[in-house]
Structure formats: C-alpha cells, structure tokens
C-alpha cells in the first residue's frame, strides 16, 4: 500500500473523520507508518490546551499536504495509552515525523505554514534540481528558498552547497542549477546563490565564489524578516541566529503598532546582519520585558539583548520610542558604548552565617582566592523554603573560615546573574560551586542534607577549610579527619 492510497484503505481499521487528518488506533498504526514514505503523526489529549491550539493549524496543514501525498494522522493518548507509552509520548502535544514506520521528532512549529513548510521540506532531497521548466514554481515554493546556478563543471561549488543544504535541510529549501536557461531567467552570472523569500526585498544574491562560511553568514543576514513579530513560534530562529535582538514591545491592540513598527524599519534596515528587530506583544509577554529589565506597563519599549553573551541593554522607560531616540541607542550600542543593564538589589549589612549576595558584588565577592558556594533560589520556592534552615546551619559550620570560604544566597527574582558567571538559573534551587584559583563553576548535584554538603565541600575546596575548633578536635583525637587534606599524626 502506497501514501497515495492511505486515505481511501485506512477506512477498514482507523476511524476516519471528516477532516484530512486520520485518526489511527493501534490495530492501524503500524501498518499506516509502515507504508508511509513520510507521515506525521500527533499524539495528543482531547483537554490539552497547546493540543486544541493546534488543532485547526493541524487541520490545515493536512488538506494543503495531502496534495503532495503526505498523510498527517493523529493518536488520541488517553485512549491509546499502549501505543503512545510505546512511543515513548510524555508530554501533549508530541509530534513525530515517520519514514517508512522509523520515528524522528518533528521539529518545526505549530503554525500552519510552519507545518507545511517543515513537511515540504523533509519530502524532497536535501538539494533538488532546478530547470528552466520548474524555476518559476521552485522559488516560491517555501518562504525562503536557495538557489544555487552553477557551471556544470564546477563541481567544487556545487558540492559545498550541497554539504550546506545537507546540514540546514530543516531550516531552508535549496535547489541547484546547471540549465543555461534558468541561470539566465535568474539573471545571474555563475556562480552565485540566489535566496528567493516571501518577505522584505523578496531576493537578495550572493555572487562570486562560495564557501561554507559565506553561504552561512549570507543566510543568517537575509532569511528573517526586516522587523517581524516574534513568538514562541519563531523565536528559536532568531535565538539561532547568532546575532543580537532588538524588540520593540508594544500592545497588538495598540491602534498605532503598525506605525510605531514602520517608523523603525529603516533603522533595521541600517544595522541589518548586526542586529535582528522584531515587535513583540507587549502584554502578552509582559514577563519577558521584565527580563530586560523593562517596567510594564510602560509600552511601547525598547530593548536589545545578547542570547548568546546573556545580556541585556534596555533604553530608558523616560524616552519615547520612535526613530531618532532608537538609531541613537542602537548606534551607540553597536560601537560598544551601552553598558549592559543589570539589576541588582542593594548589598545588605551581613551580619548572618549565609552571606546575601547581591549582583552588583557578585564578582568581588566571587573572587578567585576563596571557595564559593552560591544557591540561587526564589522567594516562592518551596524547595528553597525547605532547604533554608539546613543552608544557614551549613553557614554556621563555616563561619570560622569565610576568609576561604564564602557560602552564599542569591534571590535570583530581584537580581540578574552577571553574564561574568558564564551560566544562566533556569531552575530553583540552582546551587553552584566554584573552587579558589578556578574560573569554572560546577553544579552542585547531591542532596540537599547537611552532611551531604559537608562532604562535597570536604571533597571540592582548594583552601583548607577546617575552622580552628574543627583543627583543636583533631588534634585532640575526638573527631575523624574526614577531608583527608591533613597528614596523619
């Protein structure tokens, strides 16, 4: 059976509904991922919420991809719970992409362009020849398309854009020409690489000789819009990207988004391929603006941050955001004069066995001559609340020694890690350690008892950090040696 007839010889042992997505039980799964070149398949749970988000973008996808002979087909979890415990579902929705019954997540977003265009590409060859007679329809076939015209004995060029294509299959669609015609319907002169969109310019070349490094810098500069809308959806392209994002943070509802958005699309424009723009719905994601260290509801705003440098630069609440005040800012940030913005609270008076630290001491107080153990937590967090009392008790312990040893709390809700530390708190509590005369910051992954963290200490720390009770009981034989640093008497 071939996915040309899957539609009409499921009905025997699936349920099909009136929609162009089937609905399979277990009796039929097999079968239908077995004679499927490349199928799609959701498992879901009829009372997820992102399951009913999907569902109409999902209903789409199917009608447009079923005339490319491409099933989409869905597994109702709750009752197929086998079958979806076989697959290894644990969370809804979970989208798989299945070649000839072999499984691979589905990686594309939930949108139904998205989906067609995720589908689309996995059905062709990473590369697929172009000709005179398919060049008009090939480069509108997705909304970023490559096109590479070439000699056809250049092979040099053609097989760096193949490799190119081979690893970016997901992102783009890519096509390769050696037909005369095509080049010059293409206007061009090879070689050079073509990419046709849907947005912005429409086309933007890149001509002379290729190579990886130019194809990849080409791509990542041209294959985002000037100044889009950013969303769940998309912003694993922009985080890909490499490059810092502007965002524009204003109400969808606001009557003037659309002007306030335009009139920042020549500055977007001017530092395109250094900077990304994009406008974001200002109370839909309040929260993120809060991680910019912007303050709601003062909208529309403005903020750059570095993914990649994990760093922040927000303009002043004060100024309007319109053209003039946002070239400045950006101009002064792309010459390197915006320091980033980190919030910090005010350092307290320590007078408590855990020391509180603040970001703006965190580097002084993180110094390379002591050992440092640091929770990041959140006032909320109950596991934090449970850990506390053990936490103080172990800064009583080495109160003795804060001279080579620092035991830490940082409210990571009302202070940002510096991006000195080199990682982010994703997660409460987070407990890092850092050795003296080391750089590096280690996870700390045992228990959260007392002794368990006595031992890692014992265990981890480059200065000795017995208190001088801790060494009067050794040598008085009433307590073991249990850091082993001490040469037996």
């Known amino acids: ?171 783009y669609l890519f096509g390769l020409s050696t037909d005369a015609a095509a080049i010059a319907a293409a206007n061009v002169k090879p070689p050079a690489v073509v990419m046709y969109k849907t947005f912005d310019e429409g086309r933007n070349d890149l001509e002379g000789a290729v190579s990886a490094e130019s194809l990849y810098e080409f791509a990542k500069e041209h294959s985002v819009p000037l100044l889009d809308e950013i969303s769940p959806d998309n912003f694993a392209t922009y985080a890909e990207a490499g490059i810092p994002l502007a965002y524009v943070f204003v109400p969808s509802t606001d009557p003037k988004r659309a002007e306030i958005v335009k009139a920042l699309e020549p500055v977007a424009r001017e530092h395109k391929g250094k900077v990304n723009f994009v406008w974001i719905d200002a109370v839909k994601f309040a929260d993120h603006a809060k991680s910019l260290n912007l303050q709601e509801p003062t909208w529309p705003a403005f903020a750059i941050q570095s993914i990649q440098e994990m760093t922040k630069f927000p303009l002043d609440q004060s100024k309007e955001v319109n053209h003039d005040n946002v070239a400045a800012f950006v101009a002064d940030f792309v010459a390197g004069k915006v320091k980033p913005s980190v919030k910090s609270q005010k350092a307290p008076v320590q007078d408590q066995p855990v020391h509180v630290l603040v970001a703006d001491e965190f580097d002084e107080v993180t110094s390379d001559d002591k050992d440092v153990l640091v929770e990041f937590y959140a006032p909320w967090c109950g596991h934090c609340k449970k850990l506390a009392p053990i936490y103080d008790t172990l800064g009583e312990r080495y109160s003795n020694v804060k001279d080579k040893l620092v035991i830490a709390k940082f409210d990571a809700t009302e202070n940002d890690v510096p991006s000195s530390a080199g990682f982010r708190v994703t997660g409460f509590p987070t407990i890092k350690f850092k050795a003296a005369g080391s750089g590096e910051w280690v996870s700390y992954e045992g228990d959260r008892s007392l002794e368990s963290f006595v031992e890692f200490l014992e265990a981890n720390a480059t200065n000795d950090i017995n208190s001088p009770d801790d060494l009067d009981a050794e040598l008085e034989g009433e307590t073991e040696v249990k850091s082993g640093r001490h040469d037996e008497l």
């Open 1 to 171: 059976m071939r996915a040309t007839t899957l539609f009409a010889g499921l009905a025997a042992v699936a349920a099909v509904s009136a929609s162009d997505v089937v609905d399979l039980t277990k009796s039929a799964f097999d079968d239908f991922v077995g004679d499927s070149p490349l199928a799609l398949v959701e498992f879901f749970a009829p009372w997820c919420g992102h399951c009913k988000s999907l569902a109409p973008h999902y209903e789409e996808a199917a009608t447009i991809l079923k005339k490319d002979n491409i099933p989409i087909a869905k597994v109702d979890c709750t009752v197929e719970t086998e079958l979806c415990s076989a697959q290894g579902v644990n969370g809804y929705p979970t989208l798989k992409v299945f070649r000839n019954g072999v499984p691979a997540d589905y990686s594309g977003t939930r949108k139904t362009d998205g989906i067609v265009s995720y589908m689309k590409k996995q059905s062709l060859p990473a590369v697929s020849d172009v000709t005179a007679e398919n060049h008009d329809e090939f480069k509108g076939a997705d909304k970023v398309v490559l096109i590479a015209y070439v000699d056809a004995s250049d092979s040099k060029t053609a097989d760096t854009f193949k490799e190119f294509a081979n690893q970016h299959r997901d992102d």
